[in-house]
């Protein structure tokens, strides 16, 4: 072969060399899973959750390179979805709510505390301008006086509270509280099937200036948006909040609700398979002040919650980039 002929060879070996090479680097910074199949995450359907759970996804799937869904339930058939593996991730453990029955899920082990997302808070509520209609209306024991108030149009003799939507976690604790204060005799303890439900309820009272009673948590859009009154409880004392979250709690005793920690839970198997997610996981903390400026964007705009944690990634990049390496907040930001 000609010596030209040779260096032309030579010249073309070596630049497709370079040009596998460069095919080569940039196939391995593509993102690999840890997990070689869906993860699988409880959709919960109040909109902290709805929210984050998808702000958690978006990260995974174009930082990290999985693939997740969404499986809808409620907090205690999460809970024990998670602790069987079918789920792996459960974004809002509230665990004052869940006291006991988060207690004895971790002790058997098979679920974990992972990062501690934000301080909530539960109370009893009226609103405003049922106070100012009721003055000496005041704390949550006063309600006995004031049945007649707060008429049940299913049982017109009896004022209708509205708890805790079927299935949730807090209902332990609200229908505890509300049996310990013997509303039994003069108030319905009505209970929506879902959180949608009881928001579209209490809204349309709302709207209509009726007298409503009812438990709620924050941050949420409603509590928020609305000109509303905490009711008084008594001083609150964990001994009788331990009862309350009880199930089976003989002799209930009535507490104010304390700041309830929020957290993210994962199965432990699945932490323990994918320990950089688990990491990534762990660094999961939001502001309380973001959380509420972003349901109060969900409120306003009326987006779906993927499309509200799109604009999360995009207008709080300073609290979501410290969860992650920077290469994986590179390809989150370019998928924007």
């Given amino acids: 072969m ?16 370079l040009s596998f090479g460069a095919v080569s680097t940039a196939t391995a910074a593509e993102p690999t899973c840890e997990v070689d199949r869906t993860i699988n995450f409880g959709g919960m359907s109040w909109e902290s959750n709805l929210v984050l759970t998808d702000v958690q996804r978006l990260i ?10 969404v499986l809808p339930t409620e907090t205690l058939p999460a809970l024990a979805a998670l602790e069987r593996g079918d789920l792996d991730v459960n974004t809002e453990i509230w665990l004052n ?10 002790a058997r082990g098979k679920v974990i505390r992972s990062g501690d997302l934000f301080l909530g808070g539960e109370a009893w509520f009226i609103p405003k301008y049922t106070q100012e209609r009721l003055p000496e209306l005041k704390t949550a024991a006063d309600l006995i006086k004031f049945k007649d108030e707060f008429q049940d149009p ?40 879902t959180g949608a439900a009881q928001k579209a309820a209490l809204m349309s009272e709302y709207r209509r200036k ?3 009673a009812f438990y709620y948590w924050f941050p949420t859009p409603l509590v928020g948006s609305l000109d509303l009154v905490q009711l ?10 331990n009862c309350l979250t009880d199930v089976d709690c003989e002799n209930p005793q009535p507490t104010a609700y304390p700041s309830n920690p929020v957290f993210v839970a994962l199965n ?3 932490a323990e398979e994918a320990p950089q997610l688990k990491a990534f996981f762990d ?8 959380i509420n400026e972003t349901l109060a964007e969900m409120e306003d705009s009326g987006d779906d919650s993927i499309d509200v944690a799109k604009w999360f990634l995009a207008e709080y990049p300073e609290i979501w980039t410290n969860w992650v390496p920077e290469d994986v907040a590179e390809r989150v930001q370019s998928s924007l």
């Fill in 283 to 290: 660094k999961n903390e939001v502001p309380l002040e973001v």
């Fill in 2 to 17: 000609p010596i030209y002929k040779k260096q032309v060879l030579a010249s073309l070996l070596s630049a497709a060399a």
């Fill in 60 to 69: 995974l799937e174009n930082g990290y390179g999985c693939k997740t869904e």
């Fill in 154 to 193: 299913e049982d017109p003799n009896k004022g209708r509270f509205y708890g805790c939507p079927a299935g949730w976690a807090c209902e332990v604790v609200s229908t505890n509280l509300f049996n310990s204060l013997d509303l039994n005799d003069s108030f319905t303890y009505y209970q929506p099937g």
């Fill in 268 to 270: 432990k198997d699945f």
């Fill in 232 to 241: 008084e409880l008594p001083p609150f004392d964990q001994e009788k909040l």
């Fill in 210 to 212: 009726n007298n409503i």
């Fill in 97 to 106: 709510s869940m006291g006991k029955i988060w207690d004895d899920a971790e």
